[in-house]
């Protein structure tokens, strides 16, 4: 069975810095993408950040500059480092992960149960 595990949120002031982490565990063939979410109080849950398999990136519009989404493959661990933090940038955070069990298997989406970030000074 495949488990996603967040870690690292917490209470920040405005301009600080969190690093989240999430490792992928359990019978895992392959991981396709890995990215991040995130869903504020009343809000849709948005994305925040992902990264394929090929190393390529995509973020929101009201993060660049200040987050960087990274992956190290042999922990099956996805890192979004969150710089110059605003207010915000509170919110559920939420790592994803499409990825095959088996070599001939078809692509699934799992899911973390979220990490809480606060901006707040």
């Known amino acids: 069975q495949v488990q996603l595990v967040e870690s690292g949120g917490g209470l920040v002031q405005p301009g600080e810095s969190l690093r989240l982490s999430c490792a992928a565990s359990?019978?895992?063939?392959?991981?396709?993408?890995m990215g991040w979410y995130r869903q504020a109080p009343g809000k849709q849950r948005e994305l925040v950040a992902i990264?394929?398999?090929?190393?390529?990136?995509n973020y929101a519009d009201s993060v660049k500059g200040r987050f960087t989404i990274s992956r190290d493959n042999a922990k099956n661990t996805v890192y979004l480092q969150m710089n110059s933090l605003k207010s915000e940038d509170t919110a559920v955070y939420y790592c994803?992960?499409?990825?095959?069990?088996?070599?001939?298997?078809?692509?699934?989406?799992?899911w973390g149960q979220g990490t809480q970030v606060t901006v707040s000074s």
């Open positions: 359990g019978s895992i063939f392959s991981i396709n993408v």
């Open positions: 994803n992960a499409d990825l095959m069990t088996t070599a001939r298997g078809r692509t699934y989406r799992y």
């Open positions: 990264l394929t398999s090929g190393g390529s990136t």
